[in-house]
């Protein structure tokens, strides 16, 4: 079961990353948004009648790379472990954490910045999604 969800989860952020990638169109080597899904472990628990997966992730940003703006089906926490990452969900503020910071994003709220304002550092760190388990994809991009 957690090798399904694994594979599922992969596709899904594998998604992200090319999203990511197309922020930045400069020079030879562009700035990426790298994802690795340490584990996803399907809970005993469900919200609103349905299952729901808890899914840990490593993300790396390196510098100057981001996202574009997004949703998550499923609350997001985060801690920094190392690096600078500039954030702003909803109508909040841009807010600029720093390795020890955590962050939030509630469901479906949207994640209109996500990126490393550093030049020459990467970013990095971890996340863990709470979201329904038949969710058909985890970072679901905004229209333009």
């Known amino acids: 079961m957690q090798q399904q969800i694994l594979f599922k989860v992969t596709l899904f952020f594998s998604g992200f990353c090319c999203l990511a990638a197309f922020t930045f169109a400069a020079g030879a080597a562009e700035p990426k948004v790298h994802v690795k899904i340490l584990r996803a472990d399907e809970l005993k628990l469900q919200q609103n009648g349905k299952s729901m997966t808890a899914t840990l992730l490593e993300v790396t940003l390196d ?3 981001g996202s574009p703006p997004h949703r998550h089906p499923g609350s997001v926490s985060g801690y920094i472990l190392e690096g600078t990452f500039e954030f702003q969900v909803g109508d909040g503020p841009l807010q600029t954490f ?5 962050f939030f994003e509630p469901v479906m709220v949207l994640h209109r910045i996500g990126r490393n304002p550093d030049p020459h550092k990467r970013t990095r760190f971890i996340v863990t999604m709470v ?3 038949d969710a058909k994809q985890l970072v679901i991009p905004e229209p333009q």
């Open 98 to 102: 720093q390795a020890g910071d955590t």
């Open 63 to 65: 510098p100057l790379a």
């Open 131 to 133: 979201h329904p388990s």
